[in-house]
């Protein structure tokens, strides 16, 4: 007779008595996901991007661009991703708990983030009520985008941005991988 091993289901609590030893922790509907340091090449990417973002949001008043330590948490999960953009909270918090949902969310996937990037936090990022959510591929040198009800786009030319009311964000995908 064989047993089948029960996977622990992690919470908040037990996230945040992690250690801070350089690794990132998070977890997503109670998987608890552990990512070492990025790489030059994925940092290099994300600050393109943010050159290109910052202005942008700030110009049109669309809230902040948030990097790594900031969070989206939604439920009993608590991702950090590798970067994005929501609406500033009218009274910010000493917490996460009651920000607003993420206008853009983005990761940049590597080899030990492929799965999770397209899988669980692609569904906690839509869940949490993200309008659209960009996964780069460094190796493809593509951006998929995603927006809830819609099929995935595989862009790796020009990509458009248009958040709510705001003229459309458009910039060169080759540009971000140099």
Do not use: C
Not at 57 to 77: C, M, N, Q, W, Y
């Amino acid at each position: 007779m064989s047993m089948v091993a029960m996977a622990k289901h992690w919470t908040l609590d037990e996230l945040h008595r992690l250690p801070d030893d350089g690794n990132k922790y998070e977890v997503v509907f109670g998987e608890l996901f552990v990512t070492p340091a990025p790489t030059e090449q994925h940092e290099t990417i994300l600050a393109r991007l943010s050159a290109v973002l910052v202005p942008y949001v700030t110009a049109h008043g669309l809230g902040a661009v948030f990097h790594p330590r900031a969070i989206i948490r939604f439920e009993d999960s608590e991702a950090e991703p590798d970067l994005f953009v929501r609406p500033l909270s009218p009274k910010p918090r000493r917490d996460w708990d009651a920000a607003p949902p993420p206008l853009l969310v983005v990761e940049v996937l590597s080899p030990t983030t492929r799965r999770r990037d397209l899988g669980s936090k692609r569904e906690l990022y839509l869940e949490a009520g993200a309008a659209e959510y960009w996964v780069i591929d460094p190796e493809r040198r593509d951006v998929r985008v995603i927006r809830p009800g819609q099929d995935d786009m595989l862009v790796d030319d020009r990509l458009a941005w248009a958040p709510s009311s705001a003229p459309p964000l458009e910039f060169s995908v080759p540009a971000l991988f140099g």
